[in-house]
Each structure stands twice: as structure tokens, then as C-alpha cells.
């Protein structure tokens, strides 16, 4: 059935639509957590969601990978929009990711960075190019940028402003960086997709509450559209 995928989100409304498609699901529980298991059109995948943020993130991604035998991962989410192109339900990937929240600045580096880091971790060109084949082949929108993780919901106009700006973000989440530190330092392709859920100003958590489910939903249909044509 070939390599396994890792396919994973940060809550359970994000993975909730992939595991309802799985094939002989399997669920092993470890590290306070649950793995699903299972086939989807002939591929092996191993499916969780983190919990929020960059720890319980980097926990999961890491895991995937050193005990379920991943050898690709891809995050489905959402996310808070600071482009003002993008709107709730659009389809963001990831084509770098940095960590907004990162500052040790006091010593004269820039935001985002520490030594033997990168601000920028890229995501895996050949996901990438699938996905906006993909995105072609169905007639969606899918939009590409630079995406800004941190341990924070932003539901501010002036930090949202702020990140855009230093990062030359489009939008804003709190696991992705994480996954792509520990994707990159272990050779593994990863790819992040989030569908846009708030604009992370004053009404995110409202919109967030409302658009959680089908912006997560847009998420994951796309993900399962792009495993289908994985290994093609
Ligand atoms: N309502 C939830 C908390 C959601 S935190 C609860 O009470 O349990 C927001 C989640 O969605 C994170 O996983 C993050 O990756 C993503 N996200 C969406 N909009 C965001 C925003 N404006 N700022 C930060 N993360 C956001």
C-alpha cells in the first residue's frame, strides 16, 4: 500500500471528516493521545490531531514520523487571515512557515530567529505543485503564502498588522511552524493547508466559533483529494 502518510490537524473538528473515510481504521493510544490508522483509495495513513499550539504540536508531527513509520506529512486547518485577499473559507498553503512569537532580539537578531534556525522553513515543493494541480483539476482557489505560527490567538488588528508586516505573513495559526521544524530536521516532506476561519481582529473569536467546522471541513476534503492523487 506503499509509504504512510501522516495527515494531521491541531482539534478534532480538523481530522473528524479524514477519519470518517478511513478503511479498516486501527486507533493505538500513546503519549496521552490517539493515532487513527487506516487506508483511504489504497494509501496507508496514520491520521491525529495535536491539540492546539506549537508544543503539542511538535509532540504529534515528531511521533508520527519516529513511531508510526510517516514518511510524508500533511496538516489540514485553519487559520486567521491577515492578507485582506483572503476570506473565511479560502484555501491557504503554506509555502514557508515562521514562528511570530520567537524573540530573542535583545541580542540583535531578527524576530523569528535563533542560531542554527531559519525565520522561514519551506514546505516540500512537489506537495505543493500536487496541490495546486489538484486546486486546478477541481476548479478551487488556492492561495500561497508565508504562514505565522504562535503560542497565541490573535484577535488583535495591531499585532495581526504587526506579523504581517515583520513576517510578510498572509496568515496566522499556532501549530504549522512547529511541524515544519520538526519535518525539516528530520527530512520528512511536509505540507501545510489551512482554510481560513477569521480575519484574527476583534471579531476572531465569534467567527472562529462559527466557521470553525466548514472551514475545516473545506481543509480536510482537500487533503483527501490530494492523497487520492499521491504516488500518481
Ligand atoms: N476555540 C478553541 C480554541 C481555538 S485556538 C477552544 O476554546 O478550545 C485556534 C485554533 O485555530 C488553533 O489551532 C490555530 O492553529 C487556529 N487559528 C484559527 N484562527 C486563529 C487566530 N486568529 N489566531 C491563532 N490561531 C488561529
Known amino acids: 500500500m506503499g509509504q504512510k502518510i501522516a495527515v494531521m490537524g491541531a482539534m478534532p473538528e480538523e481530522i473528524e471528516p479524514i477519519i470518517a473515510k478511513l478503511e479498516n481504521l486501527k486507533v493505538t493510544e500513546y503519549a496521552a493521545n490517539k493515532y487513527y490508522e487506516g487506508s483511504y483509495r489504497g494509501k496507508s495513513l496514520v491520521v491525529a490531531y495535536s491539540k492546539i499550539g506549537k508544543v503539542f504540536a511538535t509532540l504529534t508531527a515528531t511521533l508520527m514520523i519516529e513511531r508510526f513509520g510517516c514518511k510524508q506529512l500533511l496538516f489540514s486547518g485553519v487559520a486567521g487571515a491577515i492578507s485582506d485577499q483572503l476570506k473565511v473559507g479560502d484555501l491557504i498553503i503554506a509555502d514557508g512557515l515562521c514562528q ?3 524573540d530573542i532580539t535583545a541580542f540583535g537578531h531578527p524576530y523569528g530567529y535563533v542560531p542554527e534556525g531559519e525565520v522561514c522553513i519551506p514546505t516540500d515543493k512537489k506537495l505543493r505543485e500536487l496541490a495546486k494541480r489538484v486546486a486546478k483539476e477541481k476548479g478551487l482557489i488556492l492561495k500561497e503564502g508565508i504562514i505565522a505560527t504562535g503560542d497565541q490567538f490573535v484577535a488583535n488588528a495591531e499585532r495581526k498588522a504587526w ?9 496566522l495559526e499556532m501549530e504549522g511552524a512547529a511541524v515544519a521544524v520538526v519535518c525539516s530536521a528530520l527530512n520528512v516532506p511536509f505540507f501545510i493547508l489551512r482554510a481560513i476561519s477569521d480575519a484574527a481582529d476583534m471579531d476572531a473569536g465569534f467567527d472562529f466559533d462559527t466557521f470553525l467546522e466548514s472551514s475545516a471541513k473545506t481543509s480536510a476534503d482537500f487533503i483527501l483529494s490530494m492523497v487520492e492523487e499521491m504516488g500518481k
Open 100 to 102: 511570530h512569537d520567537l
Open 163 to 171: 506579523i504581517g508586516e515583520t513576517f510578510n505573513a498572509d496568515a
